[in-house]
Each structure stands twice: as structure tokens, then as C-alpha cells.
């Protein structure tokens, strides 16, 4: 029963970063992993998705309903997200992952150095008007994530957060909603495999979603009310500790 509330309460403050600037699975799966030690790490990481499905997928709408979401962006880039995640998942046996760890780590710095040097980023939605050119960048990142998301996956929401903004010119906010929409895909398509090989514990699962759903409607409600500066701290505060966890599994 403790482990139980152990983990109800981590989906809530999993679902809260999440809803806001991503990065929920970091609090989630090593709760998971600490829970229930005689787990394979493939249910582990089935029952996250199961929870977060639902939380990314409630701070999607909670968004939707309350600012203009770039719907002409953020579907393609969620449809080609939603295959490529899955594609991902199934080519987990066949890359070592150790590989991605330096790389993602220079990645998080690099993003991490870039929104503090640039006090403006994110501030403001410049209201460009999007063509072509830019549906078809924005489908090229929901791919990328989507298939990281699947291989891997810490950091996937961040790293939507931060492109959303860097390529597309929105304030941390819209970029927030978009990214939602791209994480319940990738989520949504992890699942896929998860579920049909038997590697979700679907009670379990299903009562962290509850908590992550919750989390997920304060989370978004923190974003909608105190805005893209609120949005851009926590985004720095998430990202470092992003940093400081890949560095640990690194350099160990």
C-alpha cells in the first residue's frame, strides 16, 4: 500500500512538469523502478505510458480549450511523431542506447545554454504565418522526437518545448500545448507495443493515470495562468536536472 502511494503521488508531480514543460517520465520510471524491483524494465516502462497517455492527453485538451493551439502544425507533426515512435520501440532491441547518452547530454547543455543566454526566448509569439515549408519542419521534428521518444524517450517533451519555440517563433506557452499533442502521440504509439506483448500492469497503470491527470490539469493551469515566464523557468529547472542525471549515467 505504501509503494501504491509512493507512486500515485509521483504520477501527480509527474503529470504537473509534464503538462508544463515535459520531462515527467524522469520522476515517474525511477519510482517504478524502485517500487517494484522484480519487474522486467519492459512493463516498467509500458505502465509509464499507460499513465502518461493520460496526462499528456488531458493537458493537450485543457490547453486546447483555453488559447489558439497551432492545430495546422502540431496534427502532422503528431501523425509523423505517432509512426515514428513506434518505430522506434520496435528497433529498441536492435541499438545499444548507451550511444545516445553523450550525445543527448551535449544536446540538453547546448539547449540548456541557449534559452538562459537569451533572456527573450520564448517570451512572445511572434504570430508568424506558417506555409508549407514549415508544416513540413514541423513533421521532419514530430519524427525525430517521436522516434527518440520511442527508443529512448527521457527528455522527448522537453526537446519538442525547445524546437517548437526555436523554429516557429511561439512563446513557451503555445509551444507547451503543441508539444502535448506530440507527446500523447509518441505515448499513444508506445503503447502499441507495449500493450500486445504484455509489458503494462493495467491496474497499477491505470491508477497513477488518475494522478497524472490531475497533475497534468494544475500543471497546464499554472502555464495558462502565469504565462511563458513561469513556463521558461521551469523549462531551465527540468533541463538541468535533466543534465545532471545524463552526466551521472555517463560518467559512472
Known amino acids: 500500500m505504501s509503494e501504491l502511494l509512493l507512486l500515485c503521488a509521483g504520477a501527480f508531480f509527474a503529470g ?3 503538462a508544463v514543460v515535459g520531462g515527467g517520465g524522469m520522476i515517474q520510471v525511477p519510482l517504478l523502478f524502485g517500487a517494484l524491483p522484480a519487474a522486467s524494465p519492459a512493463t516498467l516502462f509500458g505502465t509509464n505510458k499507460l499513465s502518461s497517455v493520460f496526462g499528456t492527453g488531458f493537458a493537450a485538451w485543457r490547453f486546447g480549450r483555453s488559447i489558439r493551439v497551432p492545430w495546422q502544425m502540431a496534427l502532422p507533426a503528431a501523425a509523423a511523431a505517432f509512426a515514428a515512435s513506434y518505430a522506434g520501440a520496435l528497433t529498441v532491441a536492435l541499438l545499444p542506447k548507451d550511444l545516445l547518452r553523450p550525445l543527448v547530454l551535449v544536446l540538453l547543455m547546448a539547449v540548456a545554454v541557449h534559452t538562459f543566454v537569451h533572456k527573450d526566448f520564448g517570451s512572445d509569439d511572434e504570430g508568424r ?3 508549407r515549408r514549415d508544416m513540413a519542419l514541423a513533421v521532419l521534428l514530430g519524427a525525430v522526437i517521436g522516434f527518440y521518444d520511442g527508443f529512448f524517450g527521457p527528455g522527448a517533451g522537453s526537446f519538442l518545448l525547445f524546437l517548437f519555440v526555436r523554429f516557429f517563433a511561439w512563446d513557451f506557452v503555445r509551444a507547451s500545448a ?4 506530440v507527446n500523447a502521440a509518441t505515448n499513444l504509439a508506445a503503447l502499441l507495443y507495449f500493450v500486445p506483448s ?3 500492469i493495467v491496474r497499477l497503470g491505470l ?3 488518475a494522478f497524472n491527470i490531475a497533475g497534468s490539469l494544475v500543471g497546464s493551469h499554472l502555464a495558462l495562468k502565469h504565462g511563458s515566464a513561469f513556463v521558461r523557468k521551469l523549462f531551465l529547472v527540468v533541463v538541468s536536472v535533466l543534465i545532471a542525471k545524463f ?3 555517463t560518467f559512472r
Open 16 to 18: 504537473l512538469v509534464d
Open 129 to 131: 504565418i506558417h506555409g
Open 178 to 181: 503543441a508539444a502535448k499533442i
Open 198 to 200: 504484455g509489458n503494462v
Open 207 to 209: 491508477a497513477m493515470a
Open 247 to 249: 552526466a551521472y549515467d
